[in-house]
């Protein structure tokens, strides 16, 4: 079956209009009175730190709605709800394997509620309740502002329900205020994506780019900031592609808001993520030096090193252009520690194309590299062109790029030994007395510390560098 963004199956059971707008508080309460018995919420998540946000999200919500708590282990919940990610190959068959174990548990208990959302949600659509009947509600990663309705409906009419369209109203104005999850938390800005690079599932199953306001995400901010946290990340599939209506009525575009998110008071550190190197201006590339708050750290995918693959990828940029923005980057901000991901194996993709790739990493040095082999995707264009790159040949690019990235990551932690850096303080390590932090560059690191350092931004030298993550040293008394 084709992807498509709307998919109302048969058994669907779309909401009349006049709930779409369903407001939190009315509904809720008649819902309360109907599922007394529901008491815990289990959710497995899947994926990128976009779907941590929204099963955050979901979290909040349900809490709201119905008052529940969210437990560890899937065997104490109520409501079990699955949150899926499709991007690469095998998503379904891990979401399938983990459903039958959830079937064990509805069969002891057929008052669970057991949900599935996020993007195999939205791609599989019936299929799954067709396959998996004892699931009792479907959702894409656009409806699940409507979870409350959907667990209202299936109390009452002990019936399927599947949301999977992408409605044009915004899910987020329907969603709770977000509750501060700790010390660093995420606000997603814009969703979906408009690059329709050959491989990639996420502009069908998150659909076309939209940008929250200006006014909303920085009250999404001062929301996060009030309850304690202290670092914001923005989130987006594409965070730099992000135009959306600003308080003077203007479109505003991603390094005005970030300028705006950085006066908000209390915070201390930003980040974003995911960019696209279209996207990378220069009055962003500025905003590096120019935003203290703003951490030099970027994510920037390439994908491949090879002209001939970006362009069969549908990129739209070159090595050469990417090469000019990360000099760009360094002008403004010598240190910045980059990442980016990279397909090994597309369609065609030659030795010499995957040279070219080996070559662009060496010469931009990463100080962390997601790198992955190319598997066809449901629905895509690349999935029409063969598969053609051998399995052993993939696996043998891919143990090659591991092992230098791996190597420039090792050096990139090395070269932090015997500085001086600031380290904010997230949580209690693994070890007695140990805590946890992150430097400006998004390193990983353990200190002998306190509990009561938690979102103190703290000086520490650093005597030692591990493969994952950094020893430090206090070296000032805690303000
Ligand atoms: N095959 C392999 N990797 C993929 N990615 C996206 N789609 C595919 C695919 N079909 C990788 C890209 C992207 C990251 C999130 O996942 O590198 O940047
Ligand atoms: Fe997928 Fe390309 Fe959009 Fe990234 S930019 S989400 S890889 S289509």
Not at 169 to 193: N, Q, R, W, Y
Not at 401 to 421: C, F, P, V, W, Y
Request: proline share 5%.
């Amino acid at each position: 079956m084709p992807l498509h963004p709307v998919m109302i199956t048969r058994f669907s059971l779309r909401l009349p209009d006049s709930q779409a707008g369903f407001s939190v508080r009315r509904p809720m309460k008649q819902a309360n009175e109907l599922i007394k018995s529901l008491d815990t919420l289990f959710i497995k998540t899947y994926g990128c730190q976009m779907n941590e946000y929204d099963s955050a999200r979901m979290a909040d919500m349900m809490k709201q709605a119905y008052g529940l708590r969210l437990v560890a282990a899937a065997e104490d919940a109520d409501v079990i709800l699955m949150n899926t990610c499709s991007i690469r190959e095998k998503a379904e068959d891990k979401v399938y394997s983990e459903l039958g174990r959830y079937k064990k548990l509805k069969d002891k208990r057929p008052d669970m509620i057991i949900g599935v959302g996020g993007c195999v949600g939205q791609q599989e659509g019936e299929r799954i309740q067709k396959r998996a009947p004892y699931v009792d509600i479907v959702f894409g990663p656009q409806s699940y502002h409507r979870l409350p309705e959907m667990v209202k409906e299936i109390r009452r009419d002990r019936v399927h329900v599947s949301q999977t369209d992408m409605p044009e109203i915004e899910k987020f104005d329907h969603l709770p205020k977000a509750e501060s999850h700790g010390v660093s938390g995420c606000v997603t800005i814009m969703e979906g994506c408009d690059k329709f690079c050959t491989f990639c599932v996420v502009p069908y199953t998150r659909g076309a780019e939209i940008s929250r306001s200006v006014e909303d995400i920085l009250d999404e901010c001062r929301d996060q900031l009030a309850g304690g946290t202290v670092e914001i990340s923005l989130l987006g599939q594409n965070v730099n592609a992000y135009r959306g209506p600003g308080p003077d009525e203007e479109e505003w575009d991603f390094t005005m808001l970030l300028y705006a998110v950085a006066e908000l008071p209390g915070l201390k550190r930003l980040r974003f993520s995911t960019s696209h190197p279209m996207e990378m201006t220069s009055e962003l590339c500025q905003a590096f030096a120019e935003i203290p708050q703003l951490m030099p750290y970027l994510h920037l995918p390439v994908q491949s090193g090879s002209d001939r693959v970006l362009k069969l990828m549908h990129r739209g940029h070159d090595r050469e252009t990417y090469f000019r923005i990360i000099n760009e980057l360094r002008e403004h901000c010598p240190d910045i520690a980059l990442s980016s991901d990279f397909i090994v194996g597309y369609p065609g993709e030659t030795d010499e194309d995957f040279a070219a790739t080996m070559d662009l990493v060496e010469r931009v040095g990463f100080d962390s590299a997601y790198c992955f082999k190319y598997s066809p995707r449901p629905g895509t264009p690349a999935s029409k062109s063969e598969d053609n790159v051998p399995e052993d040949v993939k696996d043998e690019r891919l143990q090659r790029l591991l092992t230098l990235t791996r190597e420039q990551a090792r050096l990139a932690m090395q070269a932090q030994q015997g500085k001086t850096i600031d380290v904010l303080v997230e949580k209690d390590g693994r070890r007695a007395g140990d805590m946890e932090g992150r430097s400006p560059d998004y390193k990983i690191v353990h200190f002998r510390g306190q509990h009561r350092q938690i979102g103190q931004v703290m000086a520490m030298s650093i005597v030692e560098a591990y493969g994952q993550s950094l020893r430090g040293e206090l070296i000032l008394a805690d303000s």
